[in-house]
């Protein structure tokens, strides 16, 4: 059977210049942390990849900070940074909504911050703060007040962490330009391996470490180094800097999915539809047919999607995020984020509107 992958924002395949580095690594012996020339290679390998990491987001190599991937990158954000209270948007990942008690602030129904309920938000607490906002959402795509919210927060002394695990490789990204004072990273969102990321935080950003030992990382995050991980994450981070600028072009196969699916049912919904969104993003709601009885037929037809925020152990549970929205809770249920790569082509888009197509006919022949 072809397979039709289209869960892109879930994972993306690995890209061949990074499986190559990794591959090279692997045969290598050698702790960055030791002095021979062993280590020395080691080091010079685990700093070029820092750069590689760096020039994607603008910043300085000295601010790359090594983790296991976006979710210790996001707690390392909102608990090594201390002494502040947090204020995170509503429909923030998990692993930022579960990092620490904070304080949470609405979306409108379009699935933007409400920049008005921020500002009272740090106009009511002088207490220092630190605000948590994603540059884009992984289940609807729609991209994020960022740099406006960091001057709000900057305004009222506060800290602004951003999480662009969904937008490195999708969008150019300049940390300054966004003014974040950090930024969450994911190797594996954007063709590198699973199982490594980076925070982005200046070096002179006082940031505790959660994970202690060796004093790796600045001693923001010990531990020896994922090298091989690291180096793949360095090699995909090289080549999607190569082809950012080209990335919106997925937007018509993208484009072209959401006008056949919708034509198919009248009744569909697409939400944040009408904001400015990832390129690659579908958000599709079906009201009256579950999100799992979706996904189910579609992979029965060999077309892989996802419900709500697949990242959540394999469960399909309501999404926080259309809940956040105002999506009413029976609808919400009925949504399934697909999602498009670099690969995607036009034979992907015609299987999943015949695999989509067919379940609601059979829907439509069994209402009858
Ligand atoms: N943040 C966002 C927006 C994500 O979509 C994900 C992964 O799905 C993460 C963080 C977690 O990243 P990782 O899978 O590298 O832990």
Redesign the pocket.
């Known amino acids: 059977m072809r397979l039709a992958y289209l869960d892109w924002?879930?994972t993306a395949p690995l890209r061949p210049e990074a499986a190559a580095a990794m591959t090279e690594a692997l045969a290598r012996c050698g702790n960055p942390s030791s002095v021979h020339r062993f280590g020395r290679d080691a080091r010079r390998a685990l700093e070029a990849a820092r750069a590689q990491v760096a020039a994607l987001v603008g910043a300085p190599a000295a601010a790359i900070v090594f983790t296991s991937?976006?979710?210790e990158a996001?707690q390392l954000a909102l608990r090594g940074i201390t002494g502040r209270r947090l204020l995170i948007s509503a429909i923030e990942?998990d692993?930022v909504r579960q990092a620490a008690p904070a304080a949470i602030v609405p979306v409108t129904r379009q699935g933007v911050m409400d920049l008005a309920a921020l500002e009272r938000m740090l106009a009511a607490d002088p207490r220092p703060a630190l605000v948590s906002l994603?540059l884009a959402n992984?289940e609807t795509g729609v991209v994020q007040p960022v740099a406006e919210a960091a001057r709000l927060a900057h305004a009222h002394g506060a800290l602004l962490h951003c999480?662009a695990?969904?937008v490195a490789g999708k969008l150019p990204l300049a940390m300054e330009r966004l003014g974040a004072d950090l930024l969450?990273l994911?190797a594996?969102k954007l063709g590198g391996p699973q199982g490594v990321?980076a925070l982005v935080a200046a070096p002179e950003l006082a940031l505790a470490a959660l994970q202690t030992g060796g004093g790796q990382e600045r001693g923001r995050r010990g531990g020896t180094e994922n090298l091989p991980g690291i180096v793949g994450f360095g090699a995909a981070c090289a080549a999607a800097a190569q082809e950012v600028d080209g990335y919106a072009g997925v937007a018509h196969l993208r484009d072209a999915a959401e006008r056949r699916l919708t034509a198919i049912a009248p009744e569909a919904r697409v939400y944040g539809g009408d904001m400015a969104r990832l390129a690659n993003t579908l958000c599709l709601g079906l009201p009256g047919v579950p999100a799992a009885t979706q996904v189910m037929a579609l992979d029965l037809a060999g077309v892989m999607v996802s419900a709500g925020s697949a990242?959540s152990s394999g469960k399909v549970r309501r999404s926080h995020v259309l809940d956040a929205m105002g999506v009413p809770p029976a609808e919400a249920e009925s949504a399934i984020r697909i999602s498009l790569g670099r690969s995607t082509g036009p034979a992907d888009i015609d299987q999943l509107v015949e695999a989509w197509g067919a379940l609601y006919a059979r829907r439509q022949a069994n209402a009858a």
């Open positions: 924002n879930a991937g976006g979710t996001n990942h692993s994603m992984n999480d695990v969904q969450t994911s594996h990321g990242c």
